[in-house]
C-alpha cells in the first residue's frame, strides 16, 4: 500500500469548514483513497472515498488532486462530536488497511 | 454495511491467563481482520482471519501468542495467551465487504475490547 503523510493536529472552529489535508504521492493506479475517523474509545468510523474524481456524501466531501498524489477531506460544518483521529489510507480492496498516525482534529467551541 | 459485535467490551485480566475476545458480525463476509491499538497509539494489524484455514499473521505477531478461529463466515475469535502488563490495549474486529454496485470495498470496525492486565 501506498504511504500517507497527515499532519499530526489541526484545530477548527465549530461550525466553520474542517480541511484535513493528506499526501499520498506514491499512489498507484489503482489504489483508493480512503478516509476514516476515531472518536475516542470508539472504533474506526468510515467517512468516505475515492478513485479520482471528487466525492460527497452526508459526512464529508472528498477533493482529489488531478495527479492523486494528494487529497483533502472536507467537514463542511464541524461540530464538537467531529474531534476524533482521522486516518488517510489508499489501497486496493479486499486488502488490510494500514493505518498511519493520522490527524488529531480538535473542534473548538 | 455490517453490524459487528465484539465480546467482551472490556475486561481486567491476572498476568499469566488468557483471554478470548469474540467477534460475531450480522451478515457473511469474508475478510476478517484482528488489529491492536496500544494506549495512544494507532491501529496495528495482528492478523487475518481466514475461513477454513489457519490465520495469517503480520511481522512481530505469532499463532502462539495470538490463537485465532474463524469457524464460519460470521465469526471469529481472537486470543491473547499468557498475558503480561505490555498486552494492555484494545483489540478491534474489523470486516470487508464490497460497497454495492462497484469493485471497491469497505471496512467496518467493531468496537473494541478493552483489555487491562495487572
Known sequence: ?109 | SAVISQKPSRDICQRGTSLTIQCQVDSQVTMMFWYRQQPGQSLTLIATANQGSEATYESGFVIDKFPISRPNLTFSTLTVSNMSPEDSSIYLCSVETQKTGGLNTEAFFGQGTRLTVV
Open chain 1, 1 to 109: 500500500d501506498a504511504k500517507t503523510t497527515q499532519p499530526p493536529s489541526m484545530d477548527c472552529a465549530e461550525g466553520r469548514a474542517a480541511n484535513l489535508p493528506c499526501n499520498h504521492s506514491t499512489i498507484s493506479g489503482n489504489e483508493y483513497v480512503y478516509w476514516y475517523r476515531q472518536i475516542h474509545s470508539q472504533g474506526p468510523q468510515y467517512i468516505i472515498h475515492g478513485l479520482k474524481n471528487n466525492e460527497t456524501n452526508e459526512m464529508a466531501s472528498l477533493i482529489i488532486t488531478e495527479d492523486r498524489k494528494s487529497s483533502t477531506l472536507i467537514l463542511p460544518h464541524a461540530t464538537l462530536r467531529d474531534t476524533a483521529v482521522y486516518y488517510c489510507i489508499v489501497r486496493r480492496g479486499y486488502q488490510k488497511v494500514t493505518f498511519g498516525t493520522g490527524t488529531k482534529l480538535q473542534v473548538i467551541p
